[in-house]
């Protein structure tokens, strides 16, 4: 209920308004009611926005293609189209610029091993904050240096107080210097080369994830984009996620056929047990997320060319529509 009163002050008349204590919070309930969460809105599909592009009969790349990619990248995306030739026009497209083939040159061990270093703890730096952030502290690190090479020697040379003035957190410093007394031990994995040349995928993952800093992600990403090893798979991985619950989405015959394949394993059926990664429900999501068992399974068909199969999958993953239409021979088989 509202109550008005006059009265007079200096002459003036007031108006004076009350409000009983029970409208006024039913007024600021109804105000203060919480917002509908928005419902993710459904962009146009990649493999829909491509259709214009013909796949030829013998499933052969464009040769711009193949001139652009190194001759094993080009040999694992035609094992891909040959096991799923209808992924032809989002993989010719544009081009994967990380397996350019490009004349590169020949480092020394020394130098290959501190290129290995210097990726790893830039790795470390761009975690949780966004590359323009890492970038500007990556450039007041190797400013830090002057005239000296930078090198994991180097760095451990540098005070705290210095390498704390680059703008690295505490624990991202930590991780940094860690990560330098590793790769200044001469008697560690990681310093030699043939290590990476004869180990196995696993062996080398297994090595990087002892480093303070380096998960399982960070040790699969380094191999894929530093070491270029073409087998690399990280099944929660939300892009790769999010791929292969498009990609499945559309051919229901194939999810059938992993699922199938999956319950016919008393071994591979006890894993569904087990909560996949991005089974909560999200309402922001236009996609549906399946078990990390049918992820895994979508990988090894691709074997052993997994890594620019999980290339295609973040490809799948992303309908920036802007980025396709920015490309720059739309109506041709490649950018």
Do not use: C
């Not at 030829?56 to 094993?72: K, N």
């Not at 030739?85 to 990380?98: A, C, G």
Request: charged share 25%.
């Amino acid at each position: 209920m509202v109550a008005r009163t006059r009265s007079r002050a200096n002459g003036a008349v007031v108006e004076t308004i009350k409000i009983e204590s029970s409208e006024l919070v039913a007024k600021v309930k109804k105000t203060s009611a919480p917002r509908a969460k928005k419902k993710a809105v459904s962009k146009p599909y990649i493999e829909d926005v491509l259709g214009h592009i013909v796949i030829p009969e013998d499933h052969s790349l464009p040769q711009s293609f193949v001139d652009f990619h190194t001759p094993e990248f080009v040999k694992g995306i035609q094992h891909i189209v040959a096991i799923d030739p209808s992924l032809y026009p989002v993989i010719v497209h544009k081009n994967f610029t990380h397996f350019q083939r490009q004349s590169v040159p020949q480092l020394s061990d020394e130098d290959l091993i501190v290129s290995y270093w210097y990726s790893l703890i830039t790795g470390v730096l761009a975690q949780q904050v966004s590359g323009a952030s890492a970038k500007a502290v990556e450039l007041k690190f190797r400013a830090l240096f002057g005239d000296l090479k930078i090198n994991a020697h180097n760095t451990l040379k540098l005070t705290y107080d210095q390498l704390k003035s680059a703008g690295f957190s505490s624990q991202k410093l930590n991780y940094t210097l860690h990560i330098s007394q590793v790769f200044d031990d001469p008697t560690s994995n990681l310093v030699k080369t043939q290590f990476y040349d004869e180990s196995l995928l696993e062996e080398i993952v297994e090595e990087l994830v002892k480093l303070k800093g380096i998960g399982m992600w960070s040790a699969k990403m380094f191999a894929l984009f530093t070491l270029r090893d073409l087998d690399v798979f990280t099944y929660d991985d939300l892009g790769v996620a999010r791929g292969v619950a498009r990609y499945l989405g559309r051919r229901p015959q194939l999810l059938k056929e992993i699922k199938t394949h999956v319950h016919s394993s008393e071994e591979l059926r006890a894993l569904l047990k087990k909560r996949s990664k991005f089974e909560k429900k999200d309402s922001r999501r236009d996609w549906v997320p399946l078990h990390d068992e049918y992820v895994k399974q979508v990988g090894l068909r691709f074997s052993p060319y997994q890594s620019p199969w999980m290339l295609v999958l973040w490809r799948l993953g992303s309908t920036n529509i802007e980025i396709l239409e920015n490309s720059s021979v739309r109506s041709e088989a490649s950018s």
